[in-house]
């Protein structure tokens, strides 16, 4: 009798230890909403880097996109520089070494710590806000959500590559996560043309606002 008393208040004991580290999970992991007080903007320069961006990069975008893009992201950046109510984040991609399949996939593009994974030389850069990620989701990184929490962020102004890969589920998990999302289309990049407009469909579908250079400038004029 002693022995299977002994038994069910270990099991008991396992029981509460494995609730409270599954609670304690949950909690660090949930992600962090937008609130309403969150009313500032980021620009999210995403993955404008050398190995997507140069002619012998590993895993180049289509060349007629690389020019297009690096004029305009320059273009928005510049308006940014001097914006007290808006930030700048530089997003890039920082494959680990291991992911050895993934970077397979991907050509081994942009592995941490090589020239390719380095921030194309043509891109202006203004401001200390750089955030890397090895997944293409950039809320993957607890400093993402960190950044936008410390300038107030909720509304995502997203530019970069690719289209239909880092910038869509970025993209899908701001809107989830109740931030307003704007893609200026002449600053987004991809491996085609028809690539980008469906990748932009989708996201136009689920809430995201899909605005030219030009677009967006004026609007912001007008605010």
Known sequence: MKTRLTVISVILLITIVALYVIN???????????????????????????????????????SSFVSPVLSTANTLIKQYEYSEAATILYVTNEYEQLQFLANRGRNFAAIKGTEGAELDERLLVFGDNFISKNKPNAFSSPKFTDTLTEYEVGHLVIIGVYAEACV?????????????????????GSESQKAKEEALKVLKSKGAKIMTAEEYLKNNDND
């Open 24 to 62: 304690h999970f949950l909690i660090a992991n949930k992600p962090v909403m937008a609130t309403d007080s969150m009313t500032n903007e980021a620009l999210i320069v995403m993955d404008i880097q050398k190995d997507f961006f140069e002619e012998d990069g590993r895993l180049p975008i289509h």
């Open 168 to 188: 869509m589920e970025t993209a899908k998990e701001a809107l989830k996560q109740g931030y307003s999302v704007t893609l200026v289309e002449d600053a987004i």
